[in-house]
């Protein structure tokens, strides 16, 4: 707790969660899907500064170690920030290039009403599993079948939701996700056991989302016809120079993240490709664009304003039809800059929340009223939902709650799989539900469609945390150390 001299009680420790809550809740009221464009950064600045108070004159923090608290708190952040400036120049320049409207064009020729939502589900899945990135997963595939959902005439909230639900379910599973592997590691136990283990309450999870998404598609009635399909096909076919050769460049990066090449070279690697295919194969488009912004210059020059403009700015392609041109509008990484401004926020305020002492004396509420394996479980995946909100950091969420009960579920005789589980149950795939948790920004600003709008579609992230609280109750999939093994363990703690 940094230099305070007085431990918060749990009132001063919930009195800024209640403000922030109560506030964001006026304010969703208020502006709706506009809180992103400033109202909810003011919220949690307020929220911070009242957190900030607490901290100063009820427990002697000193203005140094607040400070310290914050920009902490912030660096931690600043790989997700920059990963979040370069998945919009990534969108603009595979936008540009034809790559995103290539995939949608495909997509529709292959894609039917009726299976869409559990093939967006499935195929979301498979690339976040082969990737072990659900940003990336959604920043690429996801983009292109939120234009193809659109066009089958689906609601943005509901694609949204198959597609992050298939995202998490894979960025979950893969062995090659940070958090798949971190939260074996904060567990005290290896990878695969976490991933087998894991599979106990994930398959159900799973299995259930994609049979809802399934009869949705059987029964729903979207609004889109085979004429509109085809007409949006047409379009994009006169518009862009589509061919295969487009392809190479998401399949060079999903290469790159297969080989575990870092996040960030990846994606600057995919902006920059989809660059040089935008100048190879669609200079059509590029002129269209010169000649609508009234820019003077040969085909070079304006083949680089063009090309700069899709990396840091919006770019909107016109065509004659209006479903199209909504399809073909992105924001570049000008138009991430809401999300990185409630992400400093969000972070500011969880950091004078955690140097003051005030989440640990939550955490500490919660452990003393464990008294079950069932009540653990569920107190568990409940301290990751809240760091997920208080924190807006999954990662936060997943080493905080794992420092605070790896002791406690040792000492209970549970084995660590049981612990780094219910982490990625909880904190994991209930991130991406928070508006302004880093996951959940990030995800609303990169398919255009509000947290709010999406989260109540995202059924895998739903039920992943009830499932994992029904097994702990039930007692089914739990495993525990043997009284050979309690007794090495009880041995090791005297010696210690």
């Not at 109560?22 to 709706?32: D, E, H, P, S, W």
């Not at 004159?57 to 997700?80: E, H, P, T, Y």
């Not at 939120?146 to 609601?155: N, S, Y």
Request: charged residues 10%; aromatic residues 8%; glycine residues 10%.
């Amino acid at each position: 707790m940094g230099n305070t001299s007085k431990r918060p009680s749990i009132l001063e420790a919930l009195f800024p969660i209640v403000f922030l809550m109560v506030l964001l809740a006026i304010n969703i009221k208020v502006f709706g899907t506009e809180g992103l464009s400033g109202s909810n950064q003011l919220v949690l600045i307020i929220s911070a500064a009242v957190a900030g108070l607490i901290a100063a004159f009820r427990l002697n923090v000193k203005w140094g170690v607040i400070q310290d608290g914050m920009i902490n708190s912030i660096s931690s952040a600043m790989s997700s920030i920059l990963i979040l400036l370069l998945i919009g120049a990534l969108a603009g320049t595979w936008m540009l290039s034809g790559i995103v409207p290539a995939m949608i064009y495909y997509g529709l020729k292959v894609l039917n009403p009726t299976v869409f939502l559990l093939a967006a589900c499935v195929v979301c899945g498979v690339v976040s599993v082969a990737t072990g990135s659900s940003w990336t997963t959604v920043a690429t595939v996801g983009v292109a079948l939120l234009g193809i959902g659109k066009a089958l005439g689906f609601g943005e909230g509901l694609v949204g939701g198959a597609i992050i639900s298939g995202a998490y379910f894979g960025d979950k599973m893969s062995p090659l996700s940070d958090t798949t592997n971190l939260a074996p590691a904060m567990a005290g136990t290896d990878l695969f056991t976490h991933i087998k283990h894991m599979m106990k309450t994930t398959v159900p999870s799973i299995t259930i989302t994609l049979i809802i998404f399934g009869v949705i598609g059987v029964i729903g009635n979207p609004k889109g016809a085979i004429g509109q399909v085809e007409e949006i096909s047409t379009v994009i076919s006169n518009t862009f120079a589509i061919n295969g050769w487009l392809f190479i460049v998401p399949s060079v990066i999903f290469l790159l993240i297969i080989k575990k090449v870092p996040a960030i070279p990846v994606l600057l690697s995919g902006a920059i490709l989809g660059a040089i295919f935008a100048v190879i194969f669609q200079q059509e488009v590029i002129r269209n664009l010169a000649t609508l912004l009234n820019m003077e210059g040969g085909i070079s020059l304006q083949s680089f304003k063009i090309v700069m403009m899709a990396l840091y700015g919006e770019t909107a392609i016109v065509t004659s039809n209006e479903i199209v041109n909504e399809l073909l509008i992105t924001g570049g990484m000008s138009g991430m800059l809401y999300t990185v401004w409630l992400i400093l926020c969000a972070m500011a305020f969880g950091g004078i929340m955690e140097v003051s002492g005030m989440l640990k004396v939550i955490a500490e509420a919660v452990i003393s009223k464990v008294n079950s394996v069932g009540s653990l479980i569920a107190a568990t995946a409940s301290t990751g939902l809240f760091f997920n909100v208080t924190t807006s950091d999954q990662y936060l969420a997943i080493l905080v709650p794992g420092r605070m009960y790896a002791d406690i579920y040792r000492k209970r005789g549970l084995k660590g799989e049981n612990l780094s589980r219910t982490l990625e149950d909880s904190a994991t795939v209930t991130s991406v539900l928070i508006p302004w948790n880093t996951c959940g920004a990030t995800q609303a600003s990169v398919l255009g469609v509000a947290t709010l709008t999406y989260a109540p579609y995202c059924f895998f992230n739903i039920i992943s945390p009830i499932m994992t609280i029904l097994f702990g109750y039930l007692n089914w999939g739990i495993t525990y150390y043997s009284k050979k093994e309690m007794k090495l363990i009880n041995e090791e703690e005297i010696v210690a």
